[in-house]
C-alpha cells in the first residue's frame, strides 16, 4: 500500500519554473516506478514523465522532454518534477501515481498504477 500526497503547484507566468513534490507514505514506495500525469480542463488525463524504483531510468512525454525533469529520494520517500519553461498548455491538474507492481521498468500506462494523490493544480498564464 501506498499512499501519496503531492504539493508545489499553484499560478506562474509563461516561461517559469515550478516544481511538484510527491510524498508517500508506506514502505513500498522505494521498489515502484513512480510516474505524473495531469488532466486540463475538459481532457483526458495524460501521462508526463516516470522514474523507475532505483532512479536510474526516467522517460517522458515529448509534449514535456527537455523541459521538464523528475527524481526521486528514496530516503525521503519523495518524487519531485522540475518543470521550466512552463508554456499556457502546461496547465492542468498533476497527479503522482505508484506503479502495481514492484521493480518495474519505465511506464507510461496509466491503467497499471494503482495508488493515486489527489492532485495539485498548476496555472500558466499567458
Known amino acids: 500500500q501506498v499512499q501519496l500526497v503531492e504539493s508545489g503547484g499553484g499560478l506562474v507566468q509563461a516561461g517559469g519554473s515550478l516544481r511538484l513534490s510527491c510524498a508517500a507514505n508506506?514502505?513500498?514506495?522505494?521498489?515502484?516506478?513512480i510516474g505524473w500525469f495531469r488532466q486540463a480542463p475538459g481532457k483526458e488525463r495524460e501521462f508526463v514523465a516516470c522514474?523507475?524504483?532505483?532512479?536510474?531510468?526516467?522517460y517522458y512525454a515529448d509534449s514535456v522532454k527537455g523541459r521538464f525533469a523528475i527524481s526521486r529520494d528514496n530516503a525521503k520517500s519523495s518524487v519531485y518534477l522540475q518543470m521550466n519553461s512552463l508554456k499556457p498548455e502546461d496547465t492542468a491538474v498533476y497527479y503522482c501515481?505508484?506503479?502495481?507492481?514492484?521493480?518495474?521498468?519505465?511506464?507510461?500506462?496509466?491503467?497499471?498504477?494503482?495508488?493515486w494523490g489527489q492532485g495539485t493544480q498548476v496555472t500558466v498564464s499567458s
Open positions: 508506506g514502505t513500498a514506495f522505494s521498489r515502484k516506478t
Open positions: 501515481a505508484a506503479d502495481r507492481a514492484y521493480y518495474r521498468g519505465t511506464n507510461s500506462r496509466e491503467d497499471e498504477y494503482d495508488y
Open positions: 522514474i523507475t524504483w532505483s532512479g536510474s531510468s526516467t
